[in-house]
């Protein structure tokens, strides 16, 4: 399985995990020119911006662990360009992270961090 397919693989995990959980997805893979937010969707009056990171084995660490400052302030300005151009009033806002670790052909483990990091 080459790396984007590994990466699709979770973000359907990922989606099939948050909306079993009661998330409405409304994008995927939405991009700008700062770069790609995986999944945004709707939770409990908030609007939730989603970073999914796959790996297929823990050699690396966890899969989440790749998340560090200098994405997460990425990840900030990547929702800030989103909220500039959609109409979300008076909904908070949030970061999360789901690491994906594929096991198997039709198995993964999810880990899902709410509220991961938040804008300061």
């Not at 973000?11 to 945004?40: H, P, Q």
């Not at 109409?87 to 690491?99: C, I, K, L, S």
Request: hydrophobic residues 40%; glycine residues 8%; aromatic residues 8%.
């Amino acid at each position: 399985m080459d790396p984007k397919e590994l990466g699709q693989r979770g973000e359907d995990a990922a989606v099939a995990f948050l909306e079993e959980k009661g998330y409405e997805i409304i994008e995927r893979n939405w991009k700008c020119s700062v770069g790609e937010i995986d999944i945004i969707a709707l939770f409990s009056n908030a609007i939730v911006f989603v970073e999914v990171k796959t790996r297929r084995n823990l050699e690396r660490g966890l899969p989440e662990d790749a998340v560090g400052p200098k994405k997460r302030r990425k990840y900030e300005c990547i929702a800030a360009m989103y909220l500039r151009d959609h109409d979300y009033v008076n909904m908070a806002v949030r970061f999360d992270v789901m690491g994906v670790l594929v096991v198997n052909s039709g198995r993964a483990l999810v880990r899902h961090h709410s509220n991961a990091f938040g804008v300061e």
